[in-house]
């Protein structure tokens, strides 16, 4: 009896253990389909948020794109905006300091300038050197003077107005009129000397001045190349150097008589 009852203890026991087994395998199991549930569960949101950050993360780069675009044109404008501006003020400069075109509206210079007739004038020539005799310049003629660079604005007051005429004398220079012709001593020169002036349209006369003049110390005597119909220093007297704006150099039109103005 003992010995049955321990061989049963023993069944028992192992049937303990089988069940042990089965319900620990049970649980394993379970505790594994657990596990995948819940990796499935942690991984299907991976999935979705990933999708959502790929959507999220296209509408960002086109939002970019976009704003890139913007700026590019917005900075192109601005390039385009910023070399018109340098170029007109490049024109500017130019035009009031290098060279600018003179439109003559007077006859006084014919037969050389003609009413209508279009010039450059270069101004920069007489910032370092003074005007030589002959010279065809533009200069400004007014009730009160604007001296400088100021002249060379297009600024006027009432009462200005842009000559051309012919420089005839120097400061220091004589000048004499007779029988119709110029004669003009200079600093060194023992006598009067006759001028040839192929350029002239009519006679020179004196229009009343008092003759022979000295032209002052900076100041220039000009007359113009129609000596019949000319308003110059024979009336107005002489013109300060400051007020010269610049030598005609070039006719531009009309263009049949396309060229220089010197021979």
């Known amino acids: 009896m003992e010995n049955k ?17 089965d319900i620990n395998g049970k649980k394993a199991s379970d505790n594994n389909n657990g596990n995948d549930i819940k990796n499935d569960s942690d991984i299907k949101p991976a999935e979705y ?26 900075r192109e404008i601005l390039e385009w905006v910023m070399v018109i501006v340098a170029a007109l003020l490049i024109s500017m400069l130019i035009k009031a300091f290098i060279f600018s075109t003179y439109k003559v509206n007077m006859v006084s210079m014919e037969n050389t300038l003609h009413e209508g007739h279009n010039v450059i004038v270069y101004k920069t020539g007489y910032f370092f050197n003074e005007p030589e005799r002959g010279d065809i310049i533009v200069f400004m003629h007014e009730e009160g003077k604007i001296k ?6 297009p600024i006027r007051n009432p009462g200005e107005v842009d000559y051309i005429k012919r420089v005839i004398g120097l400061p220091g220079d ?21 001028l040839d002036e192929p350029y002239t349209k009519t006679t020179t006369d004196s229009k009343g001045m008092q003759l022979p003049f000295t032209v002052p110390e ?3 005597f000009v ?5 019949g119909q000319s308003l110059d ?22 263009f049949s008589v396309f060229g220089g103005l010197y021979d």
């Open 174 to 194: 004589q000048i004499d009129i007779r029988d119709g012709s110029v004669y003009r001593k200079s600093e060194g020169e023992s006598d009067f000397i006759k």
């Open 218 to 220: 900076g100041q220039l």
């Open 49 to 74: 948020s990933a999708a959502e950050m790929s959507s999220n993360t296209g509408d960002e780069a086109g939002k970019i794109t976009k704003s890139k675009k913007k700026n590019s044109i917005g």
């Open 233 to 254: 220093s024979r009336q107005i007297g002489t013109i300060d150097m400051d007020a010269v704006i610049g030598k005609a150099v070039f006719r531009i039109w009309p």
């Open 148 to 153: 400088n660079f100021i002249k060379y604005l």
């Open 5 to 21: 009852n321990s061989e049963g203890g023993k069944d028992e026991a192992l049937n303990v253990g089988f069940d042990n087994e």
């Open 223 to 227: 007359m113009g190349d129609n000596r």
